[in-house]
Structure formats: structure tokens, C-alpha cells
């Protein structure tokens, strides 16, 4: 009784440590394991699917089309006011962020998809190692980078903290793309989490 008592303690302890927001210490720590990110080859994480909204599904195996971005995901649902026609961006259908960043602001794995990224991967998506316009190869698919940024929002504060949100939108955390990189599906194709995603 005693001993499941302390483990029930201890577990719940160890939940609010990995939902905890981190300081701006602690983010500004972890950007010396975040610049070593590898460049233009780097390695499938996690793959997430947002089937409703603040839904998430984590998928070992997705298909990437013209039609939904990651196929099941409601990216096709969500209209914004920056798209001529008001409907779903169409350079906004997938977003990739950098594990290492996502593991530096959110913590364990099982946490990551809160961000609502579809792709995370151990690889450099700043601005100098993937520039606007550059295509990648996802598994079978092919992606291009758009000139669309992604940056956080309230939600993201609201996850993660208001110092999380300051570390990826500006300075060196803008430059390395560290909340993510928008882009759009130029060919179909099949993705599965170990697979690469290699620069053009």
C-alpha cells in the first residue's frame, strides 16, 4: 500500500517536471545540441496526424497527398485569412520541426505532439540549411519548403510558456526555424517514422 502510494507520488511528480515550461536558461542550454542537428539528411521521429481539432494521432505510417497534407489530418479544413480564397493555405500542408527543438521546449517524445506539427525530424531546417523553395524527399514524397513562416502562437504559450514561445520566434531560434517549417507536397508518397528526409 505504502509502496504504490510513493510510486503513484513519484509518477505524478514526474509528469508535472515534463509539463513544466522550461526557463530561458534551460532553452538557451539546449541550442549547442540543437545547432549539431544534421544537414540536409536527417532521421523520421515521430509522425502525427490532427484528425479533429486539439486531436492527435501518432502514426507509424502515413500517406502525404496534394489533397489533405498528411492523409486523415484537417488541414484541409482550416481556412485562414492569408489564402486568396480564404480556404486552407496550400503552402502550409505539412510542417516539420526539429526534434531536438521540440525536445528542448516540450520534453519526452509522448509530448510532442501537442505542438500539432505532423513531422518531427533530427535535422536543420533553419534558413541557411534549407532556404525558401528547396524540395525534400519524405519517404516516397517529395516536400518543398515555403516562404510562409511558422511561427507560435497563444496556443503554443498556453502549452509551453511564454519564454518557449520568445526562444523559437526570435533571434537564433527565427534563424534555425526552431518552431517549425511550413511546406507543400509536390509529389505523393508514403512516409514511416525511421525513414529520411534528404535535401534535394
Not at 509530448?111 to 541557411?128: N, T
Request: hydrophobic fraction near 35%; charge should be negative.
Amino acid at each position: 500500500m505504502n509502496a504504490s502510494t510513493e510510486t503513484g507520488t513519484a509518477t505524478k511528480r514526474n509528469e508535472a517536471d515534463e509539463a513544466r515550461h522550461r526557463s530561458a536558461a534551460e532553452l538557451e542550454a539546449a541550442l549547442p545540441r540543437i545547432r549539431e542537428a544534421p544537414v540536409g539528411d536527417g532521421i523520421i521521429q515521430l509522425i502525427v496526424r490532427r484528425p479533429a481539432e486539439d486531436q492527435r494521432e501518432v502514426l507509424n505510417e502515413a500517406r502525404i497527398n496534394g489533397a489533405e497534407g498528411i492523409e486523415g489530418d484537417t488541414w484541409n479544413q482550416r481556412g485562414t485569412s492569408l489564402s486568396a480564397d480564404g480556404g486552407p493555405h496550400p503552402n502550409k500542408q505539412i510542417t516539420i520541426m526539429n526534434s531536438r527543438a521540440a525536445e528542448a521546449v516540450i520534453g519526452p517524445i509522448e509530448r510532442w505532439p501537442l505542438a500539432g506539427d505532423q513531422i518531427y525530424a533530427d535535422l536543420d531546417i533553419g534558413h541557411e540549411a534549407l532556404p525558401v523553395g528547396t524540395q525534400m524527399s519524405i519517404g516516397t514524397a517529395v516536400v518543398e519548403v515555403a516562404v510562409e513562416p511558422h511561427t507560435g502562437c497563444a496556443k503554443f504559450a498556453a502549452r509551453f510558456g511564454r519564454e518557449a514561445l520568445r526562444f523559437v520566434n526570435t533571434g537564433e531560434g527565427s534563424s534555425l526555424r526552431l518552431r517549425g517549417v511550413n511546406c507543400r507536397v509536390i509529389q505523393p508518397g508514403t512516409v514511416r517514422v525511421g525513414d529520411s528526409v534528404t535535401r534535394l
